[in-house]
Nanobody
Framework: VQLQASGGGSVQAGGSLRLTCTAD????????MAWYRQALGKQREMVAR???????TYLDSVKGRFTISRDTARNTVYLQMNSLKPGDTAVYYC?????????WGQGTQVTVSS
């Protein structure tokens, strides 16, 4: 199973980006799906997670600005990022679990300039 992430880029502070991650595999494959990020010199952290029942969890610093959603049938997870800040600059990775195995996307760079 391979996850393919897209949608990163460079924006100015206050701008928006939408990340998409999808996997070409059996429909309805994944339980939890999530987005993580890793800034230069920092540890990877979970940004947002969505369960199969579409319950969501967010990193405190992105609450009210980011929204995670999913299309379970298409094995796709989205991250809508609004009001971006320079502190959001990082490589963003999607993650999904299937039958207890974690899968990672390749990462997409998000750069926010002040």
């Amino acid at each position: 199973v391979q996850l393919q992430a897209s949608g990163g880029g460079s924006v100015q502070a206050g701008g928006s980006l939408r990340l998409t991650c999808t996997a070409d595999t059996t429909p309805y494959s994944f339980n939890n799906m999530a987005w993580y990020r890793q800034a230069l010199g920092k540890q990877r952290e979970m940004v947002a997670r969505i369960t199969r029942a579409e319950s969501t969890t967010y990193l405190d610093s992105v609450k009210g600005r980011f929204t995670i959603s999913r299309d379970t049938a298409r094995n796709t997870v989205y991250l809508q990022m609004n009001s971006l800040k320079p502190g959001d600059t990082a490589v963003y990775y999607c993650n999904a679990d299937k039958l207890g195995t974690n899968y990672w996307g390749q990462g997409t760079q998000v750069t926010v300039s002040s």
